[in-house]
């Protein structure tokens, strides 16, 4: 269990206990997917009213013995546990080490199902009680950012968010200005359908998604802006525009950095509190 020992802010702060993403393990995973939106959702999964697990999408991906006929027992992994006492500083720790943003809050003596701390619930609380101070610097990436070009194939973007280690990239133009925004999760459906058509024959009769263009797929409507945001205005702008990310550009629209949700977990996870 994560704990923490005489902290007001806790997960008992930002509990949800209604209107979870609840599904039993006989279900399929065909049946849960629809109401995943990112690749950080949680399907919590019960065996009538024993928690057994979530379903992430993030290591469902990364599984090929998973398929859509899988039964939710079958797939369903137990995530970092909080309690009611776990300092929010631990909640965001727990949610970047496990890529899971919507975590168990359970009863440590009778493993009682009380309900979960989402991200969002998490950044407005810490926002809501100017936790951070002079409105928290955001703890961010430093590295030259990663972009591609429009032009180029969703196998070369594939293959460079391995080589990277991420999950999104930044699409530019042959000017190298922002264009739009391009995530693994948005890829899977495309992916997969792919996949479940079985493999090609080499004459290329029928030519698969990873030699289409990436401005094809991307997401064209990406909010920019241009200054490094603070805590507080970072989560405001994600949370008007449902967003899970902010590009930094220059005078010239030329991408510059990102700025993530996961960024700001890190901000909190260090501030201890």
């Known amino acids: 269990m994560i704990a923490s020992i005489a902290n007001i802010h806790t997960a008992k702060q930002i509990l949800k206990s209604e209107n979870i993403i609840r599904f039993e393990a006989s279900q399929t995973l065909s049946q849960a997917l629809p109401a995943l939106s990112s690749s950080h959702d949680a399907i919590f999964v019960f065996d009538k009213d024993h928690f057994l697990g979530v379903a992430s999408p993030y290591y469902l991906f990364s599984n090929r013995s998973v398929n859509t006929n899988s039964k939710l027992k079958s797939v369903a992994k137990m995530p970092p546990k909080l309690t009611l006492e776990t300092g929010?500083?631990?909640?965001?720790?727990?949610?970047?080490?496990?890529?899971?943003?919507?975590?168990?809050?359970?009863?440590?003596?009778?493993?009682?199902?009380?309900?979960?701390?989402?991200?969002?619930?998490?950044?407005?609380?810490?926002?809501?009680?100017?936790?951070?101070?002079?409105?928290?610097?955001?703890?961010?990436?430093?590295?030259?950012?990663?972009?591609?070009?429009?032009?180029?194939?969703?196998?070369?973007?594939?293959?460079?968010?391995?080589?990277?280690?991420?999950?999104?990239?930044?699409?530019?133009?042959?000017?190298?200005?922002?264009?739009?925004?391009?995530?693994?999760?948005?890829?899977?459906?495309?992916?997969?359908?792919?996949?479940?058509?079985?493999?090609?024959?080499?004459?290329?009769?029928?030519?698969?998604?990873?030699?289409?263009k990436v401005k094809d797929y991307m997401k064209k409507m990406v909010v920019s802006i241009s200054r490094l945001p603070t805590f507080s205005q970072a989560v405001a702008l994600m949370n008007e525009h449902n967003i899970g990310s902010l590009i930094v550009v220059d005078k010239k629209q030329t991408p510059m950095t990102i700025i993530t949700k996961r960024d700001l977990l890190a901000t909190i996870a260090a501030a201890s509190i």
Do not use: C, W
Request: charged share 25%.
């Open 88 to 212: 929010l500083s631990k909640i965001a720790q727990a949610m970047i080490q496990s890529k899971i943003h919507y975590l168990p809050v359970i009863n440590p003596d009778t493993n009682e199902f009380l309900g979960i701390v989402t991200i969002n619930r998490l950044l407005d609380y810490v926002v809501a009680n100017k936790l951070l101070n002079h409105h928290g610097t955001i703890i961010f990436s430093k590295d030259t950012l990663a972009t591609i070009s429009d032009e180029a194939t969703i196998a070369q973007v594939l293959a460079q968010m391995k080589k990277e280690k991420i999950t999104k990239l930044p699409v530019v133009n042959s000017q190298n200005k922002l264009v739009g925004i391009i995530s693994e999760y948005d890829l899977r459906p495309y992916l997969e359908k792919e996949q479940s058509a079985g493999k090609r024959d080499r004459s290329g009769e029928k030519k698969g998604i990873r030699d289409n």
